[in-house]
């Protein structure tokens, strides 16, 4: 309702400042990835929406591209337009913030995590989290306070 009445810009201050999240560090994003990402149109909010969902899944562009209801090339071009970043690259940071809350809310091991938020294995969890916040995995994990239980 804000975005029809006011426009995407105000709609958005007004989201992030509704959206209250606990104080973290190590220089990580206080906002959600899906929220910054700024998707205009429905079916590339849809594709996004899809993979927050989805997670564990294959993310493919063909994929996100069925959820789109579109080609894969169309949706490719579209999704690079509105958010500005690769398919695969959204994806990583859609993966890389449930991990990360997942990490700072739960007491799964790292393997636990990272097969759970789709990387896989902790070795493409831990490139990844060093591409978003300059830092493993276990630092984030000890910085939040919990304690993983053992494997």
């Known amino acids: 309702m804000i975005e029809s009445d006011f426009g995407l810009e105000t709609s958005r201050m007004v989201a992030r400042k509704l959206v209250l999240y606990q104080r973290r560090g190590g220089g990580q994003s206080q906002f959600s990835a899906l929220l910054e990402m700024g998707a205009r149109s429905d079916r590339v909010q849809m594709a996004l929406t899809y993979a927050s969902e989805n997670l564990a899944s294959d993310l493919s562009v063909e994929r996100l591209a069925e959820a789109a209801r579109l080609s894969p090339r169309q949706f490719s071009r579209v999704f690079r337009e509105e958010t ?26 790292i393997e636990v995590v990272a097969r759970e938020t789709g990387f896989g294995d ?14 493993p995995p276990q630092t984030i994990q000890r910085a939040s306070g919990v304690t993983p239980l053992a494997v």
């Not at 993966?95 to 091991?109: F, S």
């Not at 493409?124 to 916040?133: D, V």
């Open 84 to 109: 500005g970043q690769s398919p695969a690259k959204a994806v990583e940071r859609l993966r890389v913030e449930a991990a990360r809350l997942m990490m700072e809310t739960t007491r799964h091991p």
């Open 122 to 135: 902790r070795e493409r969890m831990r490139q990844a989290f060093l591409r978003a916040f300059g830092q």
